[in-house]
């Protein structure tokens, strides 16, 4: 059974970073993109990130560009999101998802975790 879980997330204030991990277990994902997606109140849904499993190439939503840093362990079947100079708009659930369709939309996501809150305070 494929399951994945966040870790990492908590409250911050403005221009503190936070690091989130998402660790997948029930199968090796080193060929499959794994995602970051976050969820504000109110809001939908939104790509925050991705790198994908061949040649690691990384995708940022222009929200986060420069501010977070994407990357994965395969050998710990493991992908991290360093988020720098956070804001309050940042406050939101994060999600980690793998999946091997394009990278940038969530319904070519096959599995999902439960979500991590992050809260940015002014």
């Known amino acids: 059974q494929v399951q994945l879980v966040e870790t990492g997330g908590g409250l911050v204030q403005a221009g503190a970073s936070l690091r989130l991990s998402c660790a997948a277990s029930?199968?090796?994902?080193?060929?499959?993109?794994m995602g970051w997606f976050r969820q504000a109140p109110g809001k939908g849904r939104e790509f925050v990130a991705a790198?994908?499993?061949?040649?690691?190439?990384?995708y940022y939503a222009d929200s986060v560009r420069g501010r977070f840093t994407v990357s994965r362990d395969n050998a710990k079947n493991t992908v991290y999101l360093q988020m720098n100079s956070l804001k309050p708009e940042d406050t939101a659930v994060y999600y980690c998802?793998?999946?091997?369709?394009?990278?940038?939309?969530?319904?070519?996501?096959?599995?999902w975790g439960q979500g991590t809150q992050v809260t940015v305070s002014s």
């Open positions: 790198i994908r499993g061949s040649y690691g190439a990384t």
């Open positions: 029930g199968r090796t994902f080193s060929y499959y993109n």
């Open positions: 998802a793998v999946g091997v369709g394009a990278p940038l939309r969530g319904d070519e996501y096959n599995y």
